[in-house]
C-alpha cells in the first residue's frame, strides 16, 4: 500500500523523460521547473515566470520571501542568456512572478503579464519602460516569436486570488502575491506553436481554433480532483488544439532548490501517481507524447513530431 506522506518516486515515468537536444539547431527549450520554460532561436530569446529563488515551505507558511538576485544571476550566467527579450507571467502568485522582475533588470528584457504583474515588477524598481500588460486575446513580437495572451483559469483551489493593486515591496508575505489575471500564453514561431497553460484549469470553448503542435501543460492539483475533471481538462487543452506533444510542468516540489534534481509534489499536496494513471490513458488514445521534462537541460520541443 502507498504511504500517503513523502515524495512520490519518479522512477515508474523515467520511460517519459525528455531527451535532450543533440544539437543547437532549430528552438531550443529550457525547464527551470514548476512553469518556468525559456524558449530561443539563438537570435531572441522569451521566458516563461523564470521562478529559481524557490523558498523553503516554512519560510513560505510563516515568513515572508524575496527574489535571490543572486540565483537569478546563477540562472542567467548557466544559461547564457544574452538575448532576453520578455518575461511573461501566467499569474502573479509568488512560484511565477517573484523572480520575474530581476530577470528583466538584469537582461533589459519586458516585463509582460496583467496590472497585478506590473505592480510587482514596480516594487522592484523595473522602469516603465520595460513593463508592458496585456489583455486576452492581445499578441506581442519578439524577434519571429508572436505571444498571444488568452485569459485562463487558476487551478481548483486558489490560495490567494485577488490582485496586486499597488507596486509589492519584497520582502512580504507570500500572500501579497496574489493571482491578478492568469493567462495561457500561446506563442507562434516559424518552426512551430507552442502552448504555454501553467494552471490545471480551463475555460469551456476558449481554446478552440487555437492550434497548437506542443503544450506546456501544468498538472499541479490534478491528483486531488475528479477523475471527470481531468478528462475534461484534457479535451478543452490537449484535443481542442490538436497537439501531438505534451510536456508535463508544474509537477515539481517548488519548495526545493534548483540545485538538487526535481522531485514531485510531496503526497500531502497532490498525487502525481494519480494524476499520471489517468492522464496517461488519454494520451494514448489521442496518440499524443507525453514527455516529463528535466531541469536545466536543453530540449527541441518541437522536434520529431509526425
Known amino acids: 500500500m502507498r ?3 513523502g515524495h512520490p518516486s519518479l522512477r515508474p515515468y523515467l520511460p517519459f523523460k525528455q531527451p535532450s537536444m543533440t544539437s543547437d ?3 531550443v527549450a529550457h525547464f527551470l521547473g514548476t512553469s518556468s520554460v525559456l524558449l530561443s532561436d539563438g537570435e531572441t530569446s ?9 523558498p523553503g515551505l516554512l519560510r513560505v507558511a510563516l515568513g515572508r520571501i524575496a527574489p535571490d538576485r543572486s540565483v537569478v544571476r546563477a540562472a ?4 547564457r542568456v544574452r538575448n532576453l527579450a520578455a518575461v511573461v507571467c501566467a499569474h502573479s502568485h509568488y512560484d511565477h512572478a517573484l523572480d520575474a522582475p530581476v530577470w528583466a533588470l538584469e537582461t533589459g528584457a519586458e516585463l509582460v503579464g496583467s496590472p497585478s504583474t506590473a505592480n510587482i ?4 524598481g523595473v522602469p516603465e519602460s520595460s513593463l508592458r500588460v496585456v489583455a486576452d486575446g492581445e499578441t506581442v513580437s519578439y524577434g519571429r516569436f508572436d ?4 485569459d485562463a483559469v487558476h487551478s481548483p483551489g486558489d490560495h490567494y486570488p485577488g490582485t496586486v493593486d ?6 512580504a508575505r507570500a500572500a501579497a502575491w496574489k493571482t491578478g489575471t492568469a493567462f495561457s500564453v500561446l506563442v507562434t514561431h516559424p518552426a512551430g506553436r507552442i502552448l504555454l497553460h501553467a494552471s ?8 478552440r481554433g487555437r492550434p497548437a503542435d506542443v503544450i506546456y501543460l501544468g498538472i499541479g492539483n490534478l491528483g486531488k480532483q475528479p477523475t471527470g475533471f481531468l478528462r475534461a481538462y484534457w479535451d478543452e487543452v490537449v484535443v481542442s488544439t490538436g497537439a501531438r506533444r505534451v510536456v508535463l510542468v508544474h509537477w515539481d516540489d517548488f519548495f526545493l532548490g534548483l540545485h538538487r534534481p526535481l522531485r514531485p509534489m510531496p503526497y500531502f499536496l497532490d498525487d502525481i501517481d494519480a494524476t499520471m494513471s489517468r492522464l496517461l490513458p488519454l494520451a494514448r488514445r489521442d496518440g499524443v507524447d507525453i514527455v516529463l521534462p528535466v531541469a536545466w537541460q536543453p530540449s527541441a520541443p518541437l522536434a520529431d513530431l509526425s
Open 3 to 5: 504511504m500517503s506522506v
Open 25 to 27: 539547431d532549430g528552438l
Open 46 to 54: 522569451v521566458l516563461s515566470d523564470g521562478f529559481v529563488t524557490r
Open 76 to 79: 542567467i550566467d548557466r544559461l
Open 121 to 124: 515588477g514596480r516594487g522592484l
Open 147 to 150: 505571444l498571444t495572451f488568452l
Open 166 to 171: 499597488k507596486p509589492l515591496v519584497p520582502p
Open 200 to 207: 490545471a484549469n480551463f475555460r469551456p470553448g476558449a481554446l
